[in-house]
């Protein structure tokens, strides 16, 4: 079984910065690709942006810029920066992870989401 953890969400105002991380941890074999969608009130999950085990990255047009998506794989975790936030950022932010376990080969795998919160 896996497990992914995030933390650092929260309020900031116009302008502000937050750093999101997500942990995984449990069976693990191997980590393909990490990254974060996320889903504002009464839209569909999108993707904000991924990074792949070598290092390899990808950001929604909406963020290219202003956010920055890193992992440590020692750590199995990822980390998104996200500055210069905007109202129009205001969603709960999921971790998404691609990872080959001992006990279901390669699956996806979903954090349980991080509000953020961005308005004066």
């Known amino acids: 079984q896996v497990q992914l953890v995030e933390s650092g969400g929260g309020w900031v105002q116009p302008g502000g910065s937050l750093r999101l991380s997500c942990a995984a941890s449990?069976?693990?074999?191997?980590?393909?690709?990490m990254g974060w969608y996320r889903q504002a009130p009464g839209k569909q999950r999108e993707l904000v942006a991924t990074a792949t085990r070598d290092g390899s990255t990808n950001y929604a047009d909406s963020v290219k810029g202003r956010y920055t998506i890193s992992r440590d794989n020692a750590k199995n975790t990822v980390y998104l920066q996200m500055n210069s936030l905007k109202p129009e950022d205001t969603a709960v932010y999921y971790c998404?992870?691609?990872?080959?376990?001992?006990?279901?080969?390669?699956?996806?795998?979903w954090g349980q989401g991080t509000q953020v919160t961005v308005s004066s």
């Open positions: 998404y992870s691609n990872i080959w376990t001992t006990t279901r080969g390669r699956d996806n795998y």
């Open positions: 449990g069976s693990i074999v191997s980590i393909y690709t």
